[in-house]
């Protein structure tokens, strides 16, 4: 909450500022850079939103404590919607109509993203997603872009490790939120293309605190050869546990969704060998020294883990990604003109960010390859690259 | 034959659950006809409290210190809040305790914060099962199945045997006659409101390990709980139990032949079947006797 009384103690001193200098100044344009953020800081998806807020508020601090941009602080406005689509269109019809910001980071879920979408697109308003949903991008919007891989690149590197490993009848489950459905279409969309067979499908509650019955359906199911879980929320603990509890030792895949060591934490014992596709901010400690994102990624771990005394996830790194795309797209227009800037996002080319290295055009929003994602795995209570 | 008794498990976990947070409503229903819909907070209070002591204190004692912290807590909220408030209406009070639900949440989530934690297990890890009748189980489910069965015999004993029991129930049967006889009904209503908070959070301990304490949980077992009281038919404990256990195990057993994005509404839909069947619950006597009016 200190954060909050913060934000608003800074947004109380900007207003000060920029009454004296309208005196002198022409006043048309505040002296401040304002980019709003929307983050479910509380809430089942706060796994996602509060390292996505600490991360922001830590970079725009960075940005200042530099000088800011083009001679100009930036404001961060960050305004918790604590994981409900309602409260993220309040939010950002606030953050469009009254702070007149440049442009506004997050929501965390795709939920909310997809409630927000065309709103920043009648009002030309930039939006950059945290959110991972296919649906964000495609169909594309000419102001909406997004930082996390793709859902379907996610499924591709499951499939395919599947294929490695044998296996091909599988159980699909998944949360009843905006992430889980996505990614529940595009399990069922690609299944065939690599001769997968979902035998179970099961759609849980987003705050599910037992999941033995439908893993007892699992069970019950003959040849089904693994698990395949999407959701954000701590469900991805539970299932682990009472996985290994019923007796269902078949190898288990999340979503990008697993990667805060938080539910690993959650897990413990059980959730050694779960498989999941991340980026590389997890396993920064394994990458060679000429890995292009390895810097990157080194300075924001030891940034964030300094100051926050927790953890990075790749959730935070989703922020990351999404405040520096924008402050690059600033950089590049060498103005705070939002067209310009939606603009030169759009054209932004070999930007290395937390999530791999994003080449932005105008069909490609996402920006992101195959390659950004890693297969990874649960060793000893850590992250590591899966090896064969 | 062993399916059906992994999934019979299964809801007779959740079902106990919800069988002491309905106990709950019907301790302080029948001794002030209020319906606490904090009874939800109750149980995230008692998780939350233990996983906290747990880091200095043996598990063990950090529940025990957890349930009678939870139990003075209870009966503060009456002193402080319902105690002055004898006057409004029942709805008024009822008002408030989905305002105290708010409260209470929004409080937690200040003292601890938004993240999900959790009690280690009793016995064993999270990976550790056995085997029971061929059904492959958690060593936790039986400690919140044991926890259950004990809470429900002693209560029992406590309703029949004890005079304060006793008292407590000449309370709820018919007031006016129990300050008669020199019952001091005030500190009777305290009384429940503390039992209530103390048997919720005894809840929140045992099922940490299995379903995590967060501070969000109260609401949904409130609801649950909430529904398993009327199932049973409000006022009385004992039906409480049955109600809980049948919420959980219609839940359950309705995965095995619907998808289980709709398990909440078969519960949901057996209780309304039952609301216009039986307005007054399965053990509940019909022409509201037990139900006192605003």
Known sequence: MKEKLMCSIKVAAAACVIGLTGLTANGAESRTIKIGAIFSQTGPASFLGAPEAKTVQMLADQLNAKGGILGRKVEVIIKDSGGSPEKAVSFAKQLIDEERVLAIIGPSTSGETMQIKPLCEENKMILVSCAAAETIVNPLAKYVFKTPQKDSQAVTWIYNTMKDMGISKIAVLSGNDGFGMAGKKQLEDLASAHSIQIVVNEVYDKGATDLTDILTKVKGTPGVQAVVNWSIVPAQSIIAKNMKQIGLNIPLFQSHGFGNLKYVEQAGVAAEGILFPAGRLLVVDELPDNHPQKQVLAAYKRDYETRFKENVSTFGGHAYDAFMVVIEGVKKARSTDRDKVRDAIEQLKGFVGTAGVFNYSPTDHTGLGLDAFEMLTVKNGKFAIYKK | MVQALQYFFSGITVGSVYAIVAIGFNIIYSATGVLNFAQGEFVMLGGMVAITLASFLPVPVAVAVAVAIVTLFGCGLELVFFRRLRSHSILHMIIITIGLSIVIQELALHVWDEKVRSLPYFTGNEASSVKLLGAALSPQVIWVLGTAAIVVALLQ??????????????????????????????????????????????????????????????????????????????????????????????????????????????????????????????????????????
Not at chain 2, 215 to 244: C, D, Q, R, S, T
Not at chain 2, 253 to 282: E, T
């Open chain 2, 157 to 294: 004993l406590f309703y029949k045997r004890t005079l304060y029991g006793r008292a407590m129930r000449a309370c709820s049967s018919n007031p006016e006659a129990a300050m008669l006889v020199g019952i001091n009904t005030g500190n009777m209503r305290t009384a429940a409101f503390g039992l209530s908070a103390g048997l919720g959070a005894l809840a929140g301990c045992v099922i940490s390990p299995i379903s995590m304490t967060h501070y969000e949980m109260g609401p949904g077992l409130a609801i649950k709980g909430f529904a398993a009281a009327v199932l049973g038919g409000l006022g009385n404990p004992m039906a409480a139990v049955v109600g809980g256990l049948m919420v959980g195990l219609i839940e359950a057993f309705s995965v095995s032949v619907i998808p289980s994005a709709f398990k909440d509404v078969a519960a949901f839909a057996i209780l309304l079947a039952m609301l216009f069947l039986r307005p007054h619950g399965l053990f509940g006597r019909p022409s509201g006797v037990s139900v006192r009016e605003v």
